[in-house]
């Protein structure tokens, strides 16, 4: 017994030794974080939680089964890929772009690139909405080509797409810029075309951030409700994404099931960005030699 | 593979980084690219692999024109000083890269790659490291890999830019050894380029001192040593001791001190430029030479003990260096704060304007007085 109660206040007292660190307020600063974490992420999310459990689980199930919010989980899935692998190409080229070359006005497009995180995103719905709209100036164009975009849910692409833009430019930048010549001189002094330097050298190093990227875009585009309500159209089984559905649940008062929705949303979200850092992480070790 | 380097010209900017270079480089030797940076050694050394265009002039390989051949139909080897390894590819991956490039027609087979790579791994003495990613390898390793790499293809033409530059001094020394072996075995045409004196002597066959966009001297490792060519060169093979002053009546004067000149122009102004190991420390001056100096610190580390010299009653712009074996060290116990006599054995003189200098051997000379007498 003497013995565990020594061992109990050793640590104690070697914790009041490491407690002398060199960087000096890390009890504060920590405590404020995780303080500001829990009242910003953690609680809303409890109360979701907590909303939601005040069903039953039958009542749950057939609030998130209902076939009309099903379909709406079928266009937002199937839509926000579309967008966020659109992103993932166009992305990429305008942050290579960027990085490779000097042209004029290139700070300006790398600041226009932000726009879409500035922009009210029902700023962009409705602007988006004009363009594309049967005789607006995309729109009349799109249309003798027999492509209806407006009120489609090819609009919840175009839509999901403009908004999400920066995330993939933002996260491949950095990237490419840290890319060493080096590395591509010595592909090119051993003979490498340039379609084999960039799928062997370049791309292995930027997928990770280009993944992430995609990602990210994609999580964003599950979310977006603002831009998308203006261009959608919103007609039931068509063109009704799964944010509409919880922004209709709550005007009919019906919290329960908005939260239920919410929660199903939330959880895909989760899941798909700890997948993704997970193996990111281990992609980064293999490459940092851990 | 010989190399022919033609008057190639090359402006970063406003910056002229070479000026009319012209060079040849024999078949089958190592040479050394050999200036302080910005002298224009990595440059010249891009546009011979074709990594960098000149403004003007040839890059000849053994008589062919390759100068509007791009970098990867030269078929050299690049070693980087960063190594420049790819990070998501194992060593084997690394080494195989430049034969899984090769068009399809001359690519061997998967199986022929792997022997291919193995050979090279044994080579570079590294086979069970095969597996292993770069960042699990040390700096030393990493270059052997990356030599290994540019070798695969067996190219004609070895090209290194300061292979040995971030590695610390012990891995230094022992790839330097590797590297002249592995050339000694394979006999490719090799440059390589490098900031460091000793390892430019050590190493090569050839030295090519650069300077300013310039070629500045080019001769063997001991024809470089025995006869620098400008004071440029004499400055940058290792530590230097000048005496600059005016010559009057058969002297070399600055202040108290004083070397005596058989046979030169009154009149003039005139630096003595004397190598640690060409000048000996005596407690008196000689009958040649009156050169003041005081012992500031005495360094017992090497196979020679150095030491340096403050001048006393004239100036030198630079602190004093001498040589002196342990043997010598022990009998005359010299310490610091005394104050010494240098006396020289051989000198280099550069009179006036002149480019090239003159040596003058006191020996000899006395030797030659005493015999007259």
Known sequence: MSTSAQAGVAPVRRLGRRSKRVLPGFGLSLGISLFFVSLVLLLPMTGLVVETSGMTWDQFWFTITDPRVVESYKVTLWTALAASLFNGLFGLLLAWVLVRYEFPGKRIVDAVVDLPFALPTAVAGITLATLFSQNGWYGQWLAKIGLEVAFTPLGIVVAMAFTSIPFVVRTVQPVLEELSPADEEAAVSLGASDGRVFRKVIFPSLWPALVTGIALSFTRSLGEFGAIIFIAGNTPYVSEVTSLMIFIRLQEYDYAAASAIASLVLLASLILLFSINLWQGRYLRRLEGR | ?373
């Open chain 2, 1 to 373: 593979m010989s190399i022919t380097i033609d008057q190639i010209n090359k402006n970063f900017g406003g910056f002229q980084a070479l000026k009319n270079v012209s060079l040849d480089i024999p078949e089958g030797q190592l040479t050394a690219l050999l200036g302080p940076s910005g002298s224009g050694k990595t440059t010249l050394l891009r546009i011979i692999a074709g990594l960098e265009s000149s403004d003007s002039g040839r890059i000849l390989f053994g008589g062919d024109d390759v100068s509007q051949l791009h970098v990867r139909d030269r078929n050299i080897g690049f070693v980087f000083q960063h190594y420049a390894l790819f990070r998501h590819l194992t060593v084997a991956e690394n080494i195989a890269f430049g034969l899984e490039s090769l068009p399809k027609k001359q690519r061997p087979s998967k199986q022929e790659i792997r022997q291919r790579v193995a050979k090279l791994l044994e080579m570079i003495q590294l086979p069970e490291l095969a597996k292993r990613y770069p960042a699990q390898l040390s700096g030393g390793q990493k270059q052997r890999v990356a030599l290994a790499r540019a070798l695969a293809t067996q190219p004609r033409i070895l090209l290194l830019d300061e292979p040995f530059g971030a590695l610390d001094a012990k891995v230094r020394k022992d790839l330097r050894r590797w590297l002249r072996a592995l050339h000694d075995e394979y006999h490719f045409t090799s440059i390589f380029v490098t900031h460091d004196q000793e390892e430019a002597l050590e190493l090569s066959d050839q030295v090519v001192v650069m300077s300013q966009g310039q070629v500045e001297q080019v001769n063997s490792p001991t024809g470089l040593y025995a006869r620098p060519e400008s004071r440029f060169v004499f400055d940058f093979l290792g530590h230097v001791n000048v005496l600059s002053g005016l010559v009057k009546g058969q002297k070399l004067v600055q202040g108290d001190a004083w070397v005596s000149l058989p046979g030169v122009r009154h009149d003039q102004e005139a630096q003595l430029y004397l190598r640690p190991h060409e000048v000996q420390l005596s407690r008196s001056p000689a009958a040649k030479a009156r050169l003041p100096l005081r012992i500031e610190a005495i360094s017992l580390i090497g196979s020679e003990v150095r030491i340096e010299l403050a001048p006393e009653g004239w100036q030198s712009d630079e602190i004093w260096e001498i040589g002196m074996s342990h043997a010598e060290f022990a009998r005359q116990n010299p310490t610091r704060g005394e104050l010494w006599y240098a006396v020289p054995d051989v000198g280099h003189l550069f009179v006036a304007d002149s480019v090239q200098p003159r040596t003058i051997d006191w020996q000899y000379t006395e030797a030659a007085n005493a015999s007259n007498m």
